[in-house]
């Protein structure tokens, strides 16, 4: 591991036990044992309306996050009303302000454009602190999940004889519900990741990324759409 990634390491371990420290929300955890997320970056765009439940009123957006390598990813995160009404919101626009997020790494199945059902995967925001600048917070991304191997892992080589293993990850809730969570490992991880099997239970430490994709409207068509994907990153994982 790079000094960089040592240090970026430091700062999330110091973030989490920020938060484990404080009570931002009453009666509400941030994060649970199986599902934590933690994130810094700039607000894409302004907050827009998404739906209610419950009575709560949930807000969508995008957190521009960089990388160490200075690669930027655009995670799209979900923000309950209840969570905004806990803080001070800055009075001007959103857009462009640097937060620090906290929560879970959620999924939940939608109706897409083309009229399919696919899966929304999005940060569910629990705790938020609007920032000047991100300090000794930059760059940070950070997610790690418990959960059970659901799909058949995928071994395959990129171009240039990269290995890469795609596995699904299955993530109980409290609600008998489950968070399914695509992830992708790479290298030597990879290699070893080809090997889990359905129904082992593992635990990773990763990023949230984004991948953007050219969709065909037909596998021998010209034509197509450019889409966005979301996923975590492997850094490492342990059988459990």
Not at 56 to 64: E, L, P, Q
Not at 89 to 118: M, Y
Not at 218 to 230: D, L, M, R
Request: proline share 3%; aromatic share 8%.
């Amino acid at each position: 591991m790079s000094e960089k990634m040592k240090l970026l390491t430091r700062r999330e371990n110091a973030f989490i036990a920020e938060l484990k420290e404080g009570n931002y929300l009453r009666d509400t955890k941030i994060f649970s044992d199986s599902n934590l997320a933690i994130l810094v970056g700039q607000l894409e765009n302004e907050l827009k309306y998404s739906h209610q439940r419950n009575g709560i009123k949930f807000y969508r957006t995008r957190v521009i996050a960089e990388r160490v390598s200075g690669i930027e990813d655009y995670v799209p995160v979900m923000i309950p009303d209840r969570v905004l009404r806990q803080i001070s919101v800055p009075n001007d626009k959103l857009k462009g302000k640097w937060v620090k997020i906290a929560g879970e790494f959620s999924s939940c199945n939608k109706i897409g454009e083309d009229g399919h059902r696919q899966l929304d995967l999005f940060l569910l925001v629990r705790y938020i602190e609007f920032c000047d600048e991100p300090g000794e917070y930059i760059n940070i991304n950070l997610v790690e999940l418990t959960g059970y191997i659901c799909k058949p892992t995928v071994l395959r080589k990129t171009p240039l004889g990269t290995s890469i293993t795609d596995i699904h990850i299955a993530i109980n809730k409290s609600c008998a519900k489950s968070n399914y969570i695509p992830c992708i490992t790479w290298n030597a991880v990879a290699e070893i990741a080809s090997l889990l099997k359905v129904g082992e239970r593992i635990k990773i430490r990763g990023r949230i990324q984004s991948r953007s994709y050219f969709k065909r409207v037909s596998p021998n068509s010209e034509e197509g759409i450019w889409k966005t994907a979301y996923e975590v990153s492997v850094a490492r994982f342990d059988l459990i």
